[in-house]
């Protein structure tokens, strides 16, 4: 079960297969044989129905602006794409970033700011993303 597992690049992750018959008929092979089978035809399940989910690294960033123009930028991000975590009000607006491709970030706030604000990288996180 476990080679099927790491076969098909699954990690941390678990499967169990129930046996209703306790007899001696299949052997060790045959009894390696169902198992495997059993944990990848649920694998083939489960993708076909888009239930796998697959961890993805997001770099984390905030980004300050004046309160005027916080609405306007974050509803332009979202537009776009960008992840925005959650913002913060104090003497700006600062909106918390996640994404994958940071050169990609950059360019849309860049656009979206017109290069009046930037980007501050504050680490990473890792997320579960569905494919």
């Known amino acids: 079960m476990l080679e099927a597992l790491s076969g098909r690049d699954f990690v941390d992750c678990v499967a169990v297969v129930t046996r ?3 007899g001696t008929l299949l052997g060790a092979g045959g009894l390696v044989r169902a198992y495997s089978e059993a944990v990848l035809t649920a694998i083939d399940q489960a993708q076909s129905l888009g239930l796998v989910v697959e961890l993805e690294r997001r770099e984390l960033f905030t980004l ?20 925005i ?10 909106l918390h970033i996640a994404d994958d491709d940071a050169a990609r970030l950059a360019a849309i706030v860049a656009r979206v700011t017109a290069g009046s604000a930037q980007l501050e990288p504050v680490g990473h996180e890792w997320v579960d993303v569905e494919r």
Not at 64 to 81: F, M, V, W
Not at 85 to 94: E, H, I, P
């Open 20 to 22: 209703y018959f306790g």
């Open 85 to 94: 975590l959650g913002t913060d009000y104090g003497q700006a607006a600062v």
């Open 64 to 83: 300050a602006l004046p309160h005027s123009d916080a609405g306007r930028i974050e509803a332009e991000l979202r537009q776009r794409g960008v992840l």
